[in-house]
Nanobody, 130 residues
Framework: QLKLVESGGGLVQPGGSLRLSCAAS????????IGWFRRAPEKEREGVSC????????YYADSVKGRFTVLRDNAKNTVYLEMNGLKPGDAAVYYC???????????????????????WGEGTLVTVSS
């Protein structure tokens, strides 16, 4: 069974940092592109960051560029989202998703074009509040 499990969410003050983890089981992440998405109450799902497997392509939404970093650790079969300078507007449930990387040159469409991705995690809640 292909499974993704997110962890690392929680309550943080504005300006603080969190590191989210997306751990895979049942498959090897090094063959998949990974995306981080978030959904805040009464807002549409947003593609936050995506990272390809075979190329060096990464994508960040303008709202998080310069504050968030996506990292792969294929040895641990885990992808991380390091979030710094958190703002109240970053509060949301964060999900990771995986899709077979058939040779993505540009991973941006994975985040922005509403692809039907193969595997989704159940999400982890990030709350930003003083």
């Amino acid at each position: 069974q292909l499974k993704l499990v997110e962890s690392g969410g929680g309550l943080v003050q504005p300006g603080g940092s969190l590191r989210l983890s997306c751990a895979a089981s049942g498959f090897s992440l090094d063959e998949y592109a990974i995306g981080w998405f978030r959904r805040a109450p009464e807002k549409e799902r947003e593609g936050v960051s995506c990272i390809a497997s075979r190329s060096n392509s990464t994508y960040y939404a303008d709202s998080v560029k310069g504050r968030f970093t996506v990292l792969r650790d294929n040895a641990k079969n885990t992808v991380y989202l390091e979030m710094n300078g958190l703002k109240p507007g970053d509060a949301a449930v964060y999900y990771c998703a995986a899709d077979t990387d058939w040779g993505l040159i540009d991973v941006k469409p994975m985040c922005t074009d509403g692809w039907l991705l193969e595997v989704w995690g159940e999400g982890t809640l990030v709350t930003v509040s003083s």
